[in-house]
């Protein structure tokens, strides 16, 4: 079974904070999303990354940043947190970049900025 | 005050009912679809996926019909169960310059009553 894991479940930041984010997949998979999950907005994509060192914007990247340093690793970066950041986070996974490839995602992490 | 856009459509059947949610998806270029269901605290899970070559496809309990024409989904399950009491999203193949992402609805939360 594919695993997809983040490095937290409940993220308490304050504002102005420089907060990490971690993804971890184990199947060897080229391509990792980040999205971000709000009630009645559904899920938005911030980043994706289709191979190491590589990455694209996707429909809400400010505010955010992102590292792919290796290929099971995907990190997302909120350089100044703020309030509005408040949400929660799902890293996802999929084998390569061909639209039929299932997404895998992560618990998630909920994220709460202060 | 209420605020607007914060809450899910809601469908409640009773358990043994077929339930039927639908989705209107918005690129008429789109070729691949997934119903992805996601419980409480949970990351979203893939359910079943169709091609844009097909109206219809079944899995276990679950039937994904697709009408390019009018650019909606549904998903049907039958015997509908306490265990699928979740959010449910539909999702569209996203065509980004270097590769694919997901494009998601805001989701449908099915709560089954015994």
Redesign the interface.
């Known amino acids: 079974d594919v695993k997809v894991t983040q490095s937290s479940r409940y993220l308490v930041k304050r504002t102005g904070e420089k907060v990490f984010l971690e993804c971890v997949q184990d199947m060897d998979h080229e391509n990792m999303f980040w999205y971000r999950q709000d009630p009645g907005l559904g899920l938005r994509l911030i980043y994706f990354s289709y191979d190491v060192k590589m990455k694209e914007k996707g429909d809400i990247p400010e505010g955010y940043s992102v590292s792919r340093e290796k290929k099971e690793r995907f990190s997302l970066i909120l350089e100044s947190a703020s309030t509005n950041q408040t949400s929660m986070y799902l890293c996802a996974s999929s084998l390569t970049v061909r639209a039929n490839n299932e997404q895998f995602f992560g618990p998630g992490t909920r994220l709460t900025v202060l | 005050g209420e605020s607007v ?4 459509p809601t469908l409640s059947v009773q358990e043994g009912d077929n339930s039927i949610i639908n989705c209107a998806y918005s690129n008429s270029a789109s ?2 679809f ?1 119903w ?1 269901k996601q419980e409480s ?6 359910i079943i ?1 169709i ?1 844009s070559n097909m109206d219809k496809r079944q899995g276990q309990r679950v039937t994904v019909l697709l009408n390019k024409t009018v650019k909606h989904l549904s998903l049907q399950i039958a015997a509908t169960q306490p265990g699928d009491s979740a959010v449910y ?1 539909c999702a569209e ?15 449908t939360s099915l709560l089954v009553t015994p």
């Open positions: 856009g914060l809450h899910l070729d691949y997934i992805y605290g949970k990351g979203p899970q893939f996926d091609r999203f193949f996203l065509r980004l310059p270097s590769g694919y992402a997901l494009n998601f609805g805001k989701g």
